[in-house]
């Protein structure tokens, strides 16, 4: 059973270019979580998604960021102008329908996203 | 605004001491998690605590919670050099608050010296 599959690894993009951060969940789990982690500092949540549906992005800054996961294919995050400021890593996690008993987050290998 | 916050931020330690990481939290929460994360490297879960009193081991780990302290322990027994990483906690408030998102500590770096 393959993990959460983030691509791609390393993103390199200068001032003003769009991302595109892709996020395909382990087999079963339709609930994913979008969270960046800025240099020696902890994950801060941005997005958390189910099929089709948007239910937390109060991590999320206003402008630029958009996020979505299709009924067919993977979540993916979008940044568009990108500036330095959003060079991080960002983590894609994803869990069960039913976390009422303590599953875990399952974390993905992260995308290092820099920009020039 | 739930707020986690560990101690120390940095720990240096010899092999075959022992030690602990705190972790404190502001609100009532129904979950405590544990992640090992290695330079460059994702997340990796350790433990799950979900009522006060839990306690959970794996090897020279144990984690602790007291949800009327608003306190999780991570101890670490007669450390060894390959537990060097970062650990970091995390809170949520589980569904039944309508709340899953995580909120992380900042972060314990964790070096231990041969």
């Known amino acids: 059973n393959a993990g959460v599959m983030q691509n791609p690894r390393h993103l390199v993009r200068r001032r003003g270019q769009e991302a595109r951060l892709r996020c395909s969940p382990m087999?079963?789990?339709?609930?994913v979580y979008w969270y960046r982690q800025l240099p020696e500092e902890g994950l801060k949540f941005m997005v958390y998604?189910?099929?089709?549906?948007?239910?937390?992005e109060s991590g999320m800054p206003k402008e630029r960021f958009s996020a979505e996961f299709p009924k067919e294919g993977p979540s993916i995050l979008r940044i568009q102008q990108v500036v330095r400021g959003d060079s991080a890593a960002y983590f894609c996690?994803?869990?069960?329908?039913?976390?009422?008993?303590?599953?875990?987050?399952?974390f993905g290998s992260g995308t290092q996203l820099s920009v020039l | 605004e739930l707020k986690v916050e560990q101690n120390p931020l940095f720990l240096s330690m010899q092999e075959g001491k022992n030690y602990t990481i705190y972790c404190n939290y502001s609100?009532?929460?129904?979950?405590l998690y544990w992640y090992r994360q290695d330079p460059g490297k994702s997340l990796e879960s350790l433990f799950v605590l979900l009522s006060n009193g839990a306690v959970k081991q794996e090897g020279r780990l144990m984690a602790s919670l007291d949800t009327k302290a608003r306190l999780s322990t991570l101890h670490i027994t007669a450390a060894v050099h390959d537990l060097s990483a970062t650990y970091f906690c995390a809170v949520d408030k589980g569904p039944n608050f309508g709340n899953e998102k995580l909120t992380f500590g900042t972060g314990t770096r964790l070096t231990i010296i041969p």
């Open positions: 996690a994803s869990s069960p329908s039913n976390r009422g008993r303590g599953e875990k987050l399952f």
């Open positions: 998604l189910q099929k089709e549906n948007i239910i937390d």
């Open positions: 609100t009532t929460s129904d979950r």
């Open positions: 087999k079963g789990h339709s609930h």
